[in-house]
């Protein structure tokens, strides 16, 4: 079989689960994976016979895509603005609308990298390490900090501060119950932030394979993890540091309430590409 043929054979198999353009996509991930093909070289060398051994290998991925699991968790591996990371089970698989959320963080703290000044940067809830690991190989002059609850998360974090090679600190901690006396110039967080009733909503290879810790709050308290970030913030926040969330779209309006609540100013929200309110950007005010 050819890779043409098999392209062919993942769009009929997968019809029922994915898009036509979603499996070439996808198909086109694996081949740079097995084959070592960009998309381009995929193309230009549909009709190359595969050996026996490579073919075996796509069919065990299009058997596990028709699980329903994710292709980033099947290769174990996946980029996010740039960069490579590795992935499993035991965190988020990094998001398009994350990145529009690194960027905005990029784009505020430049100039002081530019400046030579040193900023001091932690990401509350890091998962696999993508938004800290972003930070710092873009904001190199920066200290970046990066905690998470999960010991299985900071592991595969951990690997990717290897992979990346830079310089970031872990701290293994329950927001809610975490405290220091250092100061930050930035706090960046990507929390939980979807409700038990939207649930139902969500496709099933995000709901059997994706870590629930990650993704769900209760119904009765949206905002649970904001505030504990919010509350925190407020304390270990230099003067005039930003606050920086990730949200869900449909609790906006809440989430800056509860900031302006917290005496928190020029409050900004953000649409991502899909013109859903997905980010807010926040100051500690100067006391």
């Known amino acids: 079989m050819n890779l043409k043929e098999l392209l062919q054979h993942f769009t009929i198999q997968l019809q029922d689960i994915y898009g036509a353009e979603e499996v070439s996509s996808i198909f086109y991930i694996t081949a740079d994976h097995i084959s070592g093909f960009s998309r381009a070289d995929t ?25 329903g699991k994710p292709i980033q968790y099947i290769l174990g591996e996946t980029v ?30 430049s100039l002081a990298d530019i400046t030579g000044s040193s900023l001091r940067i932690i990401d509350i809830g890091t998962g696999s390490g993508c938004i800290a690991i972003s930070l710092k190989k873009n904001l190199p002059l920066s200290e970046v900090f990066a905690l998470d609850v999960s010991e299985d998360a900071i592991d595969i974090a951990s690997a990717n501060l290897s992979l990346n090679q830079v310089d970031i600190n872990f701290i293994k901690a329950d927001i809610r119950e975490f405290t220091t006396n250092q100061k930050f110039d930035v706090i960046v967080s990507n929390p939980p932030y979807i409700t038990e009733k ?15 810790l990650a993704l769900f709050v209760p119904n009765e308290k ?33 989430t800056m309430e509860m900031l302006a609540a917290k005496s928190f100013i020029n409050i900004e929200l953000r649409k991502d590409m899909q013109g859903k309110d997905r980010m807010i950007k926040c100051e500690r005010a100067q006391l």
């Not at 504990?228 to 304390?235: G, L, P, S, Y």
């Open 43 to 67: 193309i230009l060398k549909g009709s190359q016979v595969l050996s026996e051994q490579q073919e075996t290998a796509y069919l065990k991925v299009l058997e596990a895509l028709k699980a």
């Open 80 to 109: 996010f603005y740039g960069l490579p990371f590795k992935v499993s089970p035991a965190v988020l698989i990094p998001r398009p609308e994350t990145e529009e959320l690194v960027e905005w963080v990029i784009d505020c703290c």
């Open 222 to 254: 949206p905002l649970m993890f904001y505030e504990a970030i919010a509350d925190f913030a407020w304390v270990s926040l230099s003067d005039m540091g930003l606050l920086f969330f990730e949200i869900n779209e449909h609790y906006a309006k809440e």
């Open 198 to 212: 939207e649930e139902e909503q969500m496709q099933n290879n995000v709901l059997d394979h994706e870590p629930h």
